[in-house]
Each structure stands twice: as structure tokens, then as C-alpha cells.
């Protein structure tokens, strides 16, 4: 006998949790998969959250760590510029993760840990996913009428119908230091989130971090393609040494948690959704290029899934077929653009710095920007549209 259910998640971040969620509230049965033997244990992450993040997913306050209204993006030549902002806010991936997944559960999903999928294949009756239970070391296999896949970056979807040439060149190697200091950082540490944009060593970019949270700090960087070890670490230790001489000078390091994974900064998949099957956050490419935020958009492509499953109950074909519409109306336009937007950055490095002094100068172009699509307002768009004129010319003789 093979088990059944309605809807198997694989994956339980903030796509696969809150897909389950959501569909486990609208009565239908729910499965989740993850690898990990407790959920979050093991991201990494800035965990850094857009403003109204927790309110927007019905997420308790108390996972928020600090509230940071800050937001300071710092050019090559190491300007701060700040930018009006929020508040956004940080947590840790073992609270929310952890968080999402315990109310998951109360909807009535269930959720399984240490279970490594192996395989999707269709037969005649449904979609038969095959895992590994870790614990046990055997293999099972559940039929599901629809199939979410929310791995992450580190899904292995080259060889399936979502493949997208694209994929490869938007991974980027990470590598993120937690930093228990002895006494607190300066005040203002602790209401801002930062992001710095300068040339490695070699010449490739780097998206680096600043991101406070109640008992550390994150610090951490990110840059397109491979790094070895050893140039990656020279590469975070000299930009912990810039940010400790003007946030925590007098601290001193008590203990250093090292932590890195893939990031993906590259082009959302094309194919988001295939007969039964929907891909869901990183694993469908929705993280915004210029910043590396994903957490709001895995989250949002879980609630699409899960509203296209309690709309088309009888049919997860059309289920799918709703959930790619509605994921690439959503994300799709502003996920494609802010890809071209790091790459005209990246060609040079003073374009950075241009667009920082706009976006520090003009609260409506940042308000507008931070906005998604169907937020923003004639006025939004006309902030745009001038902004982007003006900030083309400039970055043209830059
Ligand atoms: C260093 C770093 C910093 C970041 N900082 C931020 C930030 O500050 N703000 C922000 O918004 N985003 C940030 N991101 C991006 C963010 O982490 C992702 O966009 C987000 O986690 C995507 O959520 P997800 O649910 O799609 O996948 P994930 O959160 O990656 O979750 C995937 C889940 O799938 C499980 N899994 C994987 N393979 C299998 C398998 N074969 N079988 C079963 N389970 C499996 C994993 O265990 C995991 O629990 C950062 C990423 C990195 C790497």
C-alpha cells in the first residue's frame, strides 16, 4: 500500500511552510518533507524581513529580534548612504522557519523531518514522490494529487522540465559570520540593516551584510560563482575588520559562528508550474538580485500555491496552471528587472553610488520602489519612470 494525500510539500522554509499552512486551513491534507531534523536548524541566513513582513503572514511579533528603520547602503568607495525605510526587522531562520512549521501543524499539516526526497515521477493514479527517512534509513513513497517543490537554492531541477540555462550563472557563493560580542555594538547598530556593495580582490562583485540581531550580529557576504575557502574567509575578515572599527571598536569577540550556503541571484525560473507540480520560492528563482531578499517572496509563493489547491480542489492541473499565472503576475516583472538593474550596476561601480544619492534624497522614489507592482500608485510610477530617466542619463557618463 502506498500512502496517499492531497498536497505534498517538499521543503519546509517559508515557501513550504506557509503553502502548508494556508492549504492545511482550508481543510485539505497536507504533507511536508524536509531533509533537516528540525526545521531552520541549519539555514543560513541575514534573515533580515521587509516592513510589515510578520503582519502580512500572520506571523507572532516575538520572532523579531530588532526593528530596524534604518536602512544604510554603502557605496564602492565605502559611503553610507541612508535610505527611508520601514522599519524592516530581523529574526533568525531557527525562530521563523521553526515558527511557520509549529503553526503549520496547528492547521492540521503534518510534517515530516529527516525525510531526503529522492524522486517525482508520475504513474497513472497521481504523482509518486519517493524519500529517504533518514532515521530509519528506508525509503517510501507517497502518491499526492499536487506536488509543491520549495527546496531552496539547492534543488536539483537541471535535468527536469523547469530547467533554465539560466540557473547556473545566478548561484552565488556565501559565507556569513555570527559575532557574540561582549558588550552591545553602538545604538545605532541595532536599527539598521546594512548593505554594502564594493570589488573583491579579484574584481567581482560582493553584496555584503550587516544585520543585527537581540544576542549577535550577522555579517556576512556574498559574490556570483566559486571563491575558494581561504580567499572567501580573507574576504569576510576584512570586511568584519570595517564594520568593528565603527559599530563595536571597543567589543570584544566572544565566540564566532562560521555558516555558508548557496545564494541564488540570478533570473526567476521561466517554467514555474508543470501538469500537477508548482515550484516555489528560491527553487523557482524569487529573490531579488540586488539585495538577496527571498523570504517575503517564498512566503507569497506559498500562499499562491496553497490558494490555487483550495480554489481548483477537484483539479490540480488547473491548480498549477493558476498558480503560474499568478505567481509570475505578482513577482515575474520586478524579479526580471531588478536582474538587469545589478547587472547595469555591476558594469561600474560608480553607477552604485549614483543611485544610492537619489534614493537617499528622494523618500518617494525609495517609498515606490520598495513597493511591490500592484502596490505602487500613478504617482509611484510616475516617481519611477523620472527617477529611472534621470538616473540613466547620470549612470551613462559614469
Ligand atoms: C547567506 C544568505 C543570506 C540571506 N539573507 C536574506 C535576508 O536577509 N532576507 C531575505 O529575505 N532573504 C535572505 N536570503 C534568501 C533566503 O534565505 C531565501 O530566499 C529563502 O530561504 C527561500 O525560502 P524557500 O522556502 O524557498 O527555501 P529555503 O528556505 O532554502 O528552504 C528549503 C527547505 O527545503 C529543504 N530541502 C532541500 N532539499 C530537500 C530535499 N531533497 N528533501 C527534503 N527537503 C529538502 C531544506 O532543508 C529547507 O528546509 C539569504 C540567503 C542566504 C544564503
Redesign the pocket.
Known sequence: MVESTDFLI???????ATAAREAARAGIATIV????AV?GEK??????LRPGFCATFDLPRSLVHCDTPRLALFDNDGREHEIAFGPGHTTTREELDGTMARLAMREGAEIRTS???RDVRADAAGTLVEYADLRSGERRTLRANAVFL?????AKLERSSFADPRWQHGLMT?L?HRLYLDRPARPVTYQTLELHYYRARDGRQIVAWM?PKRDHLAI?L?LTGKMNGRALREELDAFTERVRARLFATSRVLRVKEEG???YGGWPRARVAEGVHML????AGL?DATN?????E?AMSGRLAADAIATHRASPHAAAARYARQLQARFQRRLEHRVRLMRFLEDRPARFELLFEQLARSRAFSDALQREEHERTLRDKLVLYANAARFGVRASFA
Open positions: 517538499v521543503g519546509c522554509g517559508p515557501a513550504g518533507l524536509d531533509k533537516d526545521v539555514r543560513v541566513c541575514a534573515a533580515g525525510a531526503l526526497m520549495a527546496q531552496g537554492a539547492t556565501t556569513q544585520f556576512g556574498g550556503h548557496l545564494l516555489g520560492g528560491t527553487a529573490v538577496g531578499e527571498g523570504i517575503y517564498a
